[in-house]
């Protein structure tokens, strides 16, 4: 039994077992899979795989030993601990901490509590601006930050159990400028200052000023009074010094405006304040930010416009969940415009759980069969895309059916099942192969994180294309069958007109004013401004396209990511203000930002740069991959290292750093140590075989080892030398050398720039490269690795973006030509397609994105949905009657406007409804459908049509063909049925519960039964025995609700088109009419004859 006829006659068994596996894994994946944890946002988004990702990973092993596998000494690992137990720094800092723990006040008489300069950058600190964008810098803005700060933040309940606590057991005063303000002027507290003290204050930063910009004035300057530092401070006036204040003000309070050198303000102007709390930046401040929240915009006279509590990711999980409300909203819009564009809620509750059960199908391939465990918070945005897939499918999958069920030759309802999968269904595999197609491309990025959301983004719309051509069918079938005819659905058949009727009745209405407007945009107003200004639409837009080429790849040109800040909230939000905004307008943070450290020089010999973890899972980094050939003791490699740290000294990129230097090439300190005499006279100690090395002749292998093992331990006890798993050196396995690190400084500092650091990178490794070919077989698998995370994520980006575009572009194309089979029109449909994905990316460059990892995801997928209408058009224009271009074009857009209209409308409504969401990749992704939709929309309808309209392809030109199967067959072919598509106000009555058919349909189209074949009815002249009746014959349509169940075969039934080749068919047009009534009043005479004897049988029985 076919899978038509299960369908058709059985439609609630595909309903049952569809439900029955989405039950099942629906119960699977609830209860054997851990739900997914989104408490780390920054997890995936290394590059795996890569040349410098392996050796980045491979770094990362040996540094951080993950399974224990290493030691610093050849004799195990109890010997280290108990090194390590004799090495743990005891001297705890006196100086600031007392014994009880708690911070210790300055000994002077500030109020204020001291601690070191570094640990300002630790503490919760919110930024305070004017409401009215004035100066901060007034005795009434002060005192309401402080007044915000004692009864806003310091009442709240979580605050004295995490506050710093001086030595009286208070909590330590706020870092602000009101309270510096309070000591310098003498008051207890900072609600007590005036306009005098303000004055005061702010003479002194004046006269100070100067000090602070020209870098005289430093930090802790009044106690550099001993050391090569105490000329520094020593002519600055004591007021300027005096318990750093003034330097505190200027450093960490105030923004980076206040008081230049430049600037004209005979009054200090402050437009931006922080104040640092005393509480550490760390996860117990969730509440006390939460509570902050509440009531920051009921602020008077200042607003808090920043805040960095050191919770952005932690809270991100939770802002993830929160906004899954606007996820819920879109599809609530989404739902109602189904729903009155088909008239009907059964249909359209039943492809919202087609939705649903998608997500869940492809989450349960996802974690249970292929066994990713890593499920990225990106895989998310996945539910927008399904559900405008889904929308979509919908809508041509009903109204194909519905075109089905108007053919004048429907036959049974089996035959329409079969006709709406012939033809909805390849519809419908081009959208969703499109689209997976370049989900799945993007697999092919190194990136865990993009690797993932294609996976599962691709997975979930292959599962959707599935369930739409199983449940969505049944759906629809059950719906005709057995719904129309219940009185509480259908308002029609209702008896009792209450609230319920009027209530239902809306969609009805709804449907029907827009099929009216419909009906006049899509055949009267679109076709005449596209045709009319074909060669305007095709100029204009082609010139938007090139310009967006120019703004891609020449100006402002698509830019890599400049910061290692992730953002992961909007940009208004107070977190990403602080990190993106704010950073760079005080001083302390842009001096850390600024002052960022050299790049390091590291080669690694004994570890293969090899990454053997599951690239899906970023938490599994592998193990270590040992270099079993690698031996460092022998003469000639000991020889070579020591030449080979003489070289990198010699280089152009190696920095010069003063002091000793014992674990960067720990072969020359150890040489060093071991060309003393064998023989200590002094102490009596003989030092054999460690003793007596010359250059020329190191220590044998045996040897090496045994002095290593002394040397060893005695270098982790020397003082001021770090030695442990973060330094330079040896690394032992199983009493065996098996990794040698060999570290300097290089005099490149590190940088965003991608272009900087490639430089760099590039001449350092083929310098490495080249060395390394001169170094014996035992050592010739060095490489060289250095901080190059944030590169190595650029380069991807850069690489493989691309890459993926090119492949995803290629897929298109081949869809598109094997779709129409004809090279212009292919040709044209790709053009189209690149204008819109130029255009697109032109938007978004202009709106200030980058080419992070969302965009790169974004880029990739817009190809897939940017091909979906202009491939409908073109299949639409292909099919149309071979008249003139113009009637083509007018034809194709009447035909499919309305359905690409809705299509890009509920997929713009989705995008749109995500765009008050707090976290940024629902709001990207939502601008990103937006512009997708928009600007396909645009170029399909008018730039492409415009095409079709000037340069379309007519009489079969550059048109191929599919081999015939038939070619040596002698049958006679099946002549194509040219019937005419015709729906009547009775079709559109009695089958509007779930989509209407409005006069735009009724156009010659290509029928969708392509193999037609007559059917033969006997009849009672042998003459005509073989020819069946085609009447112009149309009866009056009833009114709505006349019928009170609808009927498949109660269609309108249209004269065929003429077709000179098809002899049959004009031989039935050559009728008269008098014969077809005669053969009619004999075949209704000989039924009621029938029907009288049986009647007389009954009553005779």
């Known amino acids: 039994m076919s899978y038509v006829r299960v369908l058709a006659h059985y439609p609630y068994v595909v309903l049952l077992a569809v439900f029955v596996v989405v039950a099942t894994c629906l119960v699977l994946s609830t209860t054997v899979i851990q739900l997914p944890d989104f408490g780390d946002p920054m997890a995936g988004f290394e590059p795996r795989g890569t040349d410098l990702g392996e050796r980045l990973t491979a770094y990362h092993n040996v540094m951080y030993n ?122 207890e507290n900072c609600s007590e200052i005036q306009d005098e003290d303000v004055s005061k204050v702010g003479r002194l930063l004046q006269s100070c000023a100067a000090f602070y910009q020209n870098y005289t004035l430093k930090h802790n300057c009044d106690t550099l009074n001993r050391g090569p530092e105490r000329y520094i401070c020593r002519n600055m006036p004591k007021k300027c010094m005096r318990l750093n204040t003034v330097y505190d003000i ?143 499918d919908v809508f041509i999958y009903s109204k194909v059916w519905h075109l089905a069920k108007s053919e004048p030759n429907n036959g049974t309802l089996e035959k329409i099942v079969s006709n709406t999968l012939k033809h909805a269904t390849l519809s419908m595999f081009v959208t969703s192969f499109t689209t997976a197609a370049a989900l799945f491309t993007t697999t092919i990025s190194s990136i865990t994180a993009i690797k993932c959301f294609s996976i599962y983004a691709g997975l979930t719309v292959v599962c959707n294309f599935v369930l739409v051509v199983t449940w969505l069918p049944a759906s629809i079938i059950i719906h005709d069958k057995w719904c129309n005819c219940e009185a509480w659905y259908n308002p029609e058949f209702l008896t009792n007109k209450g609230i319920c009727y009027y209530l239902c009745l809306i969609p009805y209405k709804i449907h029907d004013q827009f099929s009216n407007w419909s009906r006049t945009l899509f055949e009267k107003v679109i076709p005449f401004i596209l045709i009319k200004l074909r060669i305007l639409w095709i100029v204009l837009l082609g010139g938007i396209g090139i310009g967006g080429i120019v703004v891609i790849f020449f100006y402002p040109k698509l830019k890599l990511p400049s910061s290692e800040k992730f953002q992961v909230f909007s940009s208004d939000h107070l977190f990403e203000h602080y990190d993106f905004v704010l950073n760079s307008k005080f001083w302390f943070e842009k001096e850390h930002t600024e002052h960022r450290s050299l790049l390091p020089l590291t080669f690694m010999w004994g570890v293969l740069p090899a990454d053997n973890g599951n690239s899906l899972d970023p938490f599994d980094k592998g193990d270590l991959k040992f270099d079993y050939s690698f031996d460092p003791l022998t003469t000639n490699a000991q020889k070579w290292f020591l030449n080979f740290c003489k070289k990198i000294r010699q280089t152009d990129f190696y920095f010069d750093m003063p002091g000793f230097q014992f674990t960067n090439c720990m072969f020359e300190d150890f040489q060093a140590l071991m060309k003393r005499p064998c023989m200590d006279y002094m102490q009596g100690i003989d030092h054999s075989p460690c003793c007596n090395a010359t250059d020329s002749q190191p220590l044998s292998s045996a040897s090496m080892l045994q002095c290593l093992t002394e040397y060893i331990p005695a270098l982790m006890t020397t003082p001021g030398v770090r030695y ?228 379309g392809p007519t009489k079969g030109f550059t048109q191929l063909h599919w081999p015939s199967s038939e070619c040596c067959s002698n049958s006679v072919p099946d002549r194509r049925d040219k019937t005419r598509y015709s729906t009547s106000e009775s079709t559109m009555s009695t089958s509007s519960s779930y989509h209407h058919t409005t006069s735009s349909e009724s156009h010659e189209m290509e029928p969708l039964t392509d193999e037609y074949r007559h059917r033969y009815h006997s009849r009672s002249r042998p003459s005509y025995s073989r020819t069946i009746i085609s009447t112009e014959y149309s009866p009056e349509p009833p009114r709505r609700g006349s019928h009170v169940r609808f009927s498949i075969d109660s269609v309108d039934k249209s004269v065929s088109v003429f077709d000179p080749e098809d002899e049959f068919a004009h031989a039935q047009r050559c009728r008269s009419r008098a014969e077809s009534e005669v053969f009619l009043e004999d075949d209704e005479m000989e039924s009621q004859t029938n029907d009288t004897n049986d009647k007389q049988k009954d009553s005779g029985s």
């Open 250 to 392: 200027f450093h960490y309070i105030a923004d980076v405006e206040f008081l230049q050198a430049n600037s004209k303000v005979t009054w200090p102007m402050l437009r931006l304040a922080v104040t640092f709390l005393p509480v550490y930046a760390k996860e117990n401040t969730v509440e006390l930010y939460k509570h902050m929240e509440e009531w920051t915009e009921s602020l008077e006279e200042v607003q808090i416009v920043g805040v960095n509590f050191g919770i952005k990711y932690l809270l991100f999980s939770e802002y993830l969940m929160s906004d899954t409300i606007w996820l819920i909203s879109a599809g609530g819009v989404i739902f109602l415009v189904i729903w009155m564009y088909c008239a009907s809620l059964f249909i359209t509750i039943m492809t919202f759980l087609m939705m649903f059960w998608s997500l869940e199908l492809a989450y349960f391939l996802y974690m249970l069969v292929f066994e990713i465990k890593f499920f990225p918070y990106m895989n998310l945005v996945t539910v927008i895309i399904v559900i405008a897939i889904g929308a979509d």
């Open 66 to 187: 993950p399974n224990s596998k290493l030691s610093l000494l050849p004799f195990g690992a109890d010997f280290e601990d108990q090194i390590e137990d004799e090495l743990m720094d005891n001297d705890n800092d006196t100086e600031l901490w007392d014994e009880q723990g708690y911070v210790k006040r300055s000994t002077k008489r500030t109020p204020l509590c001291n601690l070191p300069d570094k640990d300002y950058r630790g503490l919760a600190r919110i930024v305070f601006e004017s409401k009215d964008g004035g100066n901060l810098f007034s005795a009434d803005k002060i005192r309401h930050m402080c007044r915000v700060e004692e009864e806003r933040i310091h009442t709240h309940p979580t605050y004295p159990g995490m506050c710093l606590r001086a030595n009286d057991d208070n909590c330590c005063r706020s870092w602000s400028l009101g309270n510096y303000i309070a000591f310098l002027t003498g008051h």
């Open 724 to 951: 442990n798993f973060y330094t330079p050196g040896l690394r032992f396995y199983n009493g065996r050398i098996c990794a040698f690190i060999i570290q300097f400084l290089s005099n490149e500092s590190f940088s965003f720039a991608y272009d900087r650091i490639n430089v760099f990178y590039k001449k350092v490794n083929n310098w490495v490269i080249q060395e390394i070919q001169t170094a014996p077989p035992e050592i010739k698998n060095g490489w060289f690795v250095s901080d190059f995370e944030f590169y190595n994520l650029q380069n991807s980006l850069l690489k493989e973006t691309p890459l993926a575009f090119g492949v995803s572009l290629a897929v298109v194309s081949v869809v598109a030509f094997l779709t129409t089979l004809n090279l212009l029109i292919s040709f044209l449909a790709i053009l189209s397609i690149a204008f819109v994905m130029f255009t697109t990316v032109a938007v978004l460059v202009l709106l200030d994105w980058d080419l992070n990892i969302l965009e790169s995801v974004v880029i990739t997928v817009a190809i897939g949905m940017s091909i979906d209408y202009t491939l409908h058009y073109g299949v639409s224009y292909q099919l149309c009657p071979d008249f003139d271009r113009k009637t083509r074009v007018s034809t194709s857009v009447a035909r499919l406007g309305n359905v690409i209209s809705m299509a890009a409308l509920t997929t713009f409504l989705a995008g749109a409804m995500m765009m008050p969401s707090t976290v940024l990749v629902y709001q990207k992704f939502g601008i990103f459908l937006m512009l997708i939709i928009s600007i396909s929309w645009t170029y399909s309808t008018f730039f492409f049509q415009g095409l079709l309209c000037v340069c």
